[in-house]
């Protein structure tokens, strides 16, 4: 304590002007004996007693600055060392933290419920969607299909009944007989008189509207088929069976007479033709 108060009093003097300093010198030499009692007391009292005014005051002012400079450190220590205690372990923390609270999210069975909840509504919403293109698709087919069929058949119950008239004009124009549509001859040396004149007009002009009349409905898509023309094999789906006989050289199964030719509209049979079938066996 001794050795400070004396390192203190030197470095004092050694600030003060060269007059003041040989003056505290000699003060402080002489009260050397003293030295042991004036260290336990405080500095400014010490040496208040041997320096003049001006450098009291220096030197208690350049003491206050010193003690507030120490003082300031003091408060400011703790603190940054509190600080730094703080925030060291502050990464640590934050980290024990997300895992904390992942371990909770994790282990939270009500946010897994939630979870699976919503995943079945997500699965349950795109089958709905799923399933509602595939039902409009269908009834765009099934709409198209429907307008199709109306285009096509929709002039299928006036089909069916033009069929008999048809059939008419078809039996006044084979009930002709042939022999009476042959002009008869006519030699330069007599004149026959022609007896069938107007029955072959009458036959001719018939026939031409028979013709005008099937080619206007063919337009359309009515068409008459004979199966025994072509000998045919019998088909349920187009042929109706009336009768069964033996045919010499048709094979079993064929259509060898039409009693009544079939119709059809756009490939769809309208009226089935009716027809004899060969049974040999």
């Known amino acids: 304590m001794l050795t400070r108060t004396l390192l203190r009093q030197s470095r004092l003097l050694t600030s003060l002007p060269p007059a003041t300093s040989a003056s505290a010198s000699a003060s402080i030499s002489t009260s050397t004996s003293t030295s042991t009692s004036l260290a336990r007391q405080p500095l400014a009292s010490t040496i208040s007693s041997r320096l003049p005014a001006p450098a009291r005051a220096r030197i208690q002012t350049r003491r206050w600055h010193a003690l507030s400079a120490t003082q300031a450190l003091r408060a400011e220590q703790p603190a940054s060392d509190e600080s730094l205690g703080d925030s060291a372990p502050a990464p640590e923390n934050s980290a024990a933290a997300e895992a904390a609270s992942k371990a909770d999210h994790d282990q939270d069975p009500t946010t897994k419920s939630e979870l699976e909840k919503k995943d ?7 089958d709905r969607y799923l399933r509602s293109v595939a039902d409009f698709r269908n ?21 069916r009944d033009l069929i008999e008239s048809v059939d008419n004009l078809d ?18 040396t007599a004149v026959v008189e022609d007896t069938n004149k107007e029955l ?5 002009g018939l026939k031409m509207t028979n013709e005008i009349l099937m080619s206007t409905l063919k337009k359309h898509g009515l068409e008459r088929f004979d199966p025994s023309e072509d000998g045919e094999r019998f088909d349920p789906n187009v042929h109706e069976a009336t009768f069964q ?7 079993d199964g064929t259509c060898f007479l039409t009693t009544q ?18 049974k040999n066996s």
């Open 171 to 188: 039996l006044a124009l084979s009930n002709v007989p042939a022999e009476s549509l042959v002009p008869p001859p006519t030699p330069s």
């Open 200 to 204: 072959r007009q009458l036959h001719g």
């Open 139 to 159: 009834l765009q087919d099934r709409s198209r299909r429907e307008v199709s069929a109306a285009r096509d058949f929709g002039i299928q119950k006036f089909a």
């Open 261 to 278: 030719k079939g119709f059809r509209l756009n490939g769809r049979v309208v009226r089935a033709a009716k027809v004899g079938v060969v």
């Open 120 to 126: 079945r509504e997500i699965i349950e919403l795109k």
């Open 245 to 251: 006989t033996k045919v010499e050289g048709k094979e």
